[in-house]
C-alpha cells in the first residue's frame, strides 16, 4: 500500500508540473495543445456529407425472438459494413457480444451480464464507449461566443447565450414542426482562448443528418467542426467514479454535474471532461483523441472499481432514471413538452416568437391540455411490459408504452409511455396489454431510482 | 429417461406418457439473466410447436415453444418468484411445465443429447 501510494505521489506531482492545475505554465502547455489540435478543424468547415455514418437509428429493443435464441437487434446492415470505434479490439478481447447499434459493431454485453453490469454501475464505477455519438464544435469566425451561440439558438429551445464559460445544458434538435430531430448535450468550452466555441454531443443514430441539419442553417460565418476523425468519447458513471478519475487529476472532483472543461488526465493525455451521463449516477463523460482513448481505458480499467459496462445495461440504467431514448421515446412525432422536457426550456424560451425551428409547437403544446405527455409507468407484478405495448383504461386506448423492460435496482419491471394528458397524474390506474391479457399498472413520478448527481459539495 | 432437444433450443425429458419441458443450457446462456417467466394455465391443449411459455432477460422476451403436443398437467411455479432459477439450472430446477404427451411418436423428430451438442457447436 505505501509502496502504491508514494507511486500514485510522484506520478501525480509529475502530472501537476505538466500543468494539471490552472497554473501560469500549465495555460501555456494546455492552449499550445488545444491549438495544435485544433488547427485545421478551426480554418476548414467540413461539409457535414463527408461525415461517414449510417444515419440507420439502431435500438437496442430486442424482438422477440424463438427458442431463447438472444438477437439484440434484428438489424439490417451486414456486419462487414459497420463501423467500429476505437475500442472495438479492446471489446472483442474482454468477450464482449457485439451487436450492430447505429450503424457500428457495439458491446452489448461483457462477460459479466446486462444484470451484474448494471448492479455494478450504481455501487461501483461503470465504463461505457460512446464513440459512436457525434461530437463536434460550432464557432464563429469573429471569435464572439454570441455570434455562435446565437446562431445554434435558431436550432434548440435552450438559451444558450447565457451559458458561462464551462456550462453545459441538454437540448433538442427540433424540426419547423417542433418534432424532436435530436436530443444532445451542448457544452461551452471553459478554457481560456477557447470560451467562445460550443461542442455538441449528439446521437449515433441521427449525427448524419444532424450534420446536415446545422450546416443547412448556420448563417455565414459561423462553422461547424466534426470531431468523429480526432476525438472517441468514453463515459466513466457511478458512485466511484469521481474517485477512480480523481486518481488521474484531482481537478475533476471540483466540477459540477452539467459542467465542462479540458484538463490533463495524464501528462500525455489531454481530455474534455463534462460531470453529466446517462445512467442517473454521478459520473463523467469524456472526449478523448482517437490516439489516446485505448490507453485511457487501460488505466480505468485498471482501478478495481472500474468494470466495462455494453449498451445492454446502459438501456436499463437510462430507462430506471427516467432518461429518453432518441427513436423510442422521442421522435418527431413529439415535442418536448409532450416528452416532458419543458425542464429543458428556459422560461424566456417558452413562447411562441421565442425565434427558434418549432417554437411555436412548443407553445402551443404547453397551452393545450389534451396534447399527451410521456409518463413513468410501474406494471403491477413481474412481467415486463416492452416498447409498443398498449396502454388502456376502462378498454379504451390511451397510448402506448415507448421503453419498456426491467430495472435491475428497482427489482422489477419499469416502462415510460405516452398517455392522454388527463391520465398523466402519478397515481393513475392504467392497464397494460401484454401478450392479449390486461395488467394492471400505475402512472408514477420519473426516475424510478434515484439520480445521483453531484451538485457540489 | 430420455431427454430430447429442439433446435430451438428447448428440451423436453420422457418419463413414460410425461413430458417435462424446458430451454437447454446454451439456451439460458445466451438469454443472459432471466427476470420473468410466464407459464402456461394447467390444462391449456398443445400442438407441437405452439408456444408453452415465455421467458424474459432484461432486454428480450422469448418464446419457448413445446416439443411435442400434449396437455400441460403441472407448471413450475417457483419460477415466478425465483426466475433466476433457469440461469443456475436450466436443464434441472429450472423446468418450465409438464405435458402429457399426446404422441410419442413425434419425440422421434427431435435431437438427442448428442446430435444437439453437434448443433450448438455449429452454431
Known amino acids: 500500500m505505501a509502496a502504491n501510494s508514494s507511486k500514485r505521489e510522484s506520478v501525480l506531482s509529475l502530472r501537476a508540473a505538466e500543468g494539471a492545475t490552472a497554473t501560469g505554465n500549465s495555460q501555456v502547455k494546455w492552449t499550445a495543445w488545444r491549438l495544435k489540435r485544433w488547427k485545421a478543424g478551426d480554418l476548414v468547415k467540413r461539409p457535414a456529407d463527408g461525415v461517414s455514418a449510417d444515419p440507420s437509428r439502431e435500438s437496442l429493443r430486442s424482438d422477440k425472438t424463438a427458442g431463447g435464441t438472444y438477437n439484440a437487434e434484428a438489424e439490417s446492415a451486414p456486419m462487414s459494413d459497420l463501423l467500429k470505434t476505437k475500442l472495438f479490439d479492446k471489446h472483442v478481447a ?271 403544446d404547453m397551452a393545450d391540455k389534451s396534447t399527451k405527455r410521456l409518463v413513468g409507468i410501474l406494471p403491477e407484478g413481474r412481467a415486463p411490459a416492452r416498447e409498443h405495448t398498449e396502454i388502456q383504461v376502462g378498454g379504451e386506448v390511451i397510448g402506448e408504452i415507448t421503453s419498456g423492460g426491467f430495472g435491475p435496482t428497482v427489482g422489477g419491471p419499469i416502462a415510460m409511455g405516452y398517455v392522454a394528458r388527463k391520465y398523466a397524474k402519478a397515481g393513475t390506474d392504467i392497464e397494460l396489454m401484454v401478450r392479449g391479457k390486461a395488467r394492471p399498472a400505475k402512472v408514477v413520478k420519473l426516475p424510478f431510482a434515484p439520480h445521483n448527481y453531484y451538485r457540489g459539495a | 429417461m430420455t431427454v430430447k432437444y429442439t433446435e430451438e433450443h428447448e428440451w423436453v425429458k420422457v418419463d413414460g406418457d410425461t413430458g417435462i419441458i424446458g430451454i437447454s443450457v ?67 430446477e429450472g423446468w418450465f411445465l409438464k405435458i402429457k404427451i399426446k404422441d410419442a411418436g413425434e419425440l422421434d423428430a427431435l435431437m438427442d443429447a448428442a446430435a444437439y451438442k453437434s448443433f450448438c457447436d455449429g452454431l
Not at chain 1, 416528452?339 to 428556459?346: D, E, F
Not at chain 1, 421565442?354 to 402551443?364: M, T
Not at chain 2, 417467466?37 to 422476451?61: C, N
Request: glycine content about 8%; proline content about 4%.
Open chain 1, 94 to 364: 474482454l468477450g464482449a457480444k457485439m451487436v450492430p447499434f447505429a450503424g457500428y459493431d457495439m458491446p452489448v454485453q461483457y462477460p459479466l451480464g446486462v444484470l451484474k453490469e448494471h448492479i455494478h454501475t450504481r455501487e461501483q464505477a461503470g465504463l461505457f464507449d460512446v464513440s459512436h455519438m457525434g461530437q463536434c464544435f460550432i464557432f464563429a469566425d469573429d471569435g464572439q461566443f454570441e455570434t455562435a451561440a446565437a446562431a445554434l439558438e435558431k436550432l434548440v429551445p435552450a438559451s444558450i447565450s447565457d451559458l458561462k464559460p464551462g456550462q453545459q445544458r441538454y437540448s433538442q434538435f427540433l424540426n419547423e414542426d417542433g418534432g424532436i430531430l435530436d436530443d444532445l448535450m451542448i457544452s461551452r468550452l471553459g478554457f481560456d482562448g477557447h470560451t467562445h466555441k460550443l461542442y455538441l454531443v449528439v446521437n449515433a443514430g441521427c449525427k448524419a443528418d444532424d450534420f446536415k441539419h446545422i450546416t443547412k442553417h448556420l448563417p455565414s460565418g459561423v462553422s461547424l467542426d466534426v470531431a468523429d476523425d480526432t476525438l472517441s468519447l468514453i463515459a466513466l458513471q457511478g458512485p466511484k467514479a469521481a474517485d477512480v478519475l480523481g486518481r488521474l487529476n484531482p481537478s475533476v472532483k471540483d466540477l459540477v454535474f452539467m459542467t465542462h472543461t479540458d484538463l490533463p488526465l495524464t501528462p500525455s493525455i489531454w481530455v474534455h471532461v463534462s460531470r453529466s451521463g446517462y445512467t442517473g449516477e454521478d459520473g463523467y463523460e469524456i472526449s478523448v483523441k482517437h490516439d489516446d482513448v485505448n490507453e485511457l481505458v487501460d488505466l480505468l480499467l485498471a482501478e478495481d472499481e472500474v468494470e466495462m459496462i455494453g449498451l445492454g445495461a446502459r438501456d436499463s440504467l437510462r430507462l430506471e432514471a427516467g432518461l429518453c431514448l432518441y427513436g423510442h421515446d422521442i421522435d418527431t412525432k413529439v415535442s418536448p413538452i409532450e416528452a416532458g422536457l419543458i425542464w429543458s426550456v428556459q422560461k424566456h424560451r417558452r413562447s411562441a416568437d421565442a425565434g427558434y425551428l418549432g417554437a411555436a409547437r412548443v407553445a402551443a
Open chain 2, 26 to 92: 446454451y439456451a439460458a446462456k445466451a438469454l443472459g439473466d432471466v427476470v420473468y417467466v410466464e407459464l402456461p394455465e394447467i390444462g391449456r391443449d398443445m400442438a407441437k410447436g405452439d408456444e408453452a411459455a415465455v421467458v424474459e432477460s432484461v432486454k428480450a422476451a422469448s418464446d419457448v415453444y413445446t416439443p411435442v403436443a400434449g396437455e400441460v398437467i403441472a407448471v413450475n411455479e417457483a419460477l415466478e418468484d425465483a426466475p433466476e432459477t433457469v440461469n443456475a439450472s436450466p436443464e434441472g
